[in-house]
T-cell receptor
Framework: DAKTTQPTSMDCAEGRAANLPCNHSTISGNEYVYWYRQIHSQGPQYIIHGLKNNETNEMASLIITEDRKSSTLILPHATLRDTAVYYCIVISAGHTGGTSYGKLTFGQGTILTVHP | DGGITQSPKYLFRKEGQNVTLSCEQNLNHDAMYWYRQDPGQGLRLIYYSQIVNDFQKGDIAEGYSVSREKKESFPLTVTSAQKNPTAFYLC????????????FGQGTRLTVV
């Protein structure tokens, strides 16, 4: 399984862009990069995912380097409600009778604190 | 509404008792997962199931057991062999078709006294 490395914590001013890095240098060609966040004592919330190309949705943008060994999650205008633990994960393929599904493994994540 | 439901939200048990945590999904997902989270820590994978009647151990399976008799249900039993069972338990499900995301339940906080 490809492992990910994230900074333990980051700060961001409200209204500014938050850029959260993730290193996944052992990622293989068929593995997706997913980002989730978790607010205290709740289930993780899906943010965005990508394979090769950069992606954008209503919550965030995901920038994946050309060699796919790292990525950056961008929250374009951070708010106080974006304070959470952000997890970058890589989905590895398991096999069951020829059908592949991911073994979903989380690292320690980045504690993002958005301050006024 | 479609979703994934864990029950109960809070659970108390005496030491030495087995306890079963419920996880139900109506999303028609093949894959389901159980995680444990301790205070200030990340999520650790206990067991996962990619299809009905099949499941695999995750990173911390000792002291836990699961079953997957129905597609929509993936109950987790915390046995008396689990040395430190007090934790926050999360269940997730996914189809993973075309790189879709996993959905999480709201968790069960188990306290063993």
């Amino acid at each position: 399984d490809a492992k990910t490395t994230q900074p333990t914590s980051m700060d961001c001013a409200e209204g500014r862009a938050a850029n959260l890095p993730c290193n996944h240098s052992t990622i293989s060609g068929n593995e997706y990069v997913y980002w989730y966040r978790q607010i205290h004592s709740q289930g993780p919330q899906y943010i965005i995912h990508g394979l090769k190309n950069n992606e954008t949705n209503e919550m965030a943008s995901l920038i994946i380097t050309e060699d796919r060994k790292s990525s950056t999650l961008i929250l374009p205008h951070a708010t106080l409600r974006d304070t959470a633990v952000y997890y970058c994960i890589v989905i590895s393929a398991g096999h069951t009778g020829g059908t592949s599904y991911g073994k979903l493994t989380f690292g320690q994540g980045t504690i993002l604190t958005v301050h006024p | 509404d479609g979703g994934i439901t864990q029950s109960p939200k809070y659970l108390f048990r005496k030491e030495g008792q087995n306890v079963t945590l419920s996880c139900e999904q109506n999303l028609n997902h093949d894959a389901m997962y159980w995680y444990r989270q301790d205070p200030g820590q990340g999520l650790r994978l206990i067991y996962y199931s990619q299809i009905v009647n099949d499941f695999q151990k995750g990173d911390i399976a000792e002291g836990y057991s699961v079953s997957r008799e129905k597609k929509e249900s993936f109950p987790l039993t915390v046995t008396s062999a689990q040395k430190n069972p007090t934790a926050f338990y999360l269940c997730a499900s996914s189809s993973w078709a075309g790189g879709t995301e996993a959905f999480f339940g709201q968790g069960t906080r188990l306290t063993v006294v």
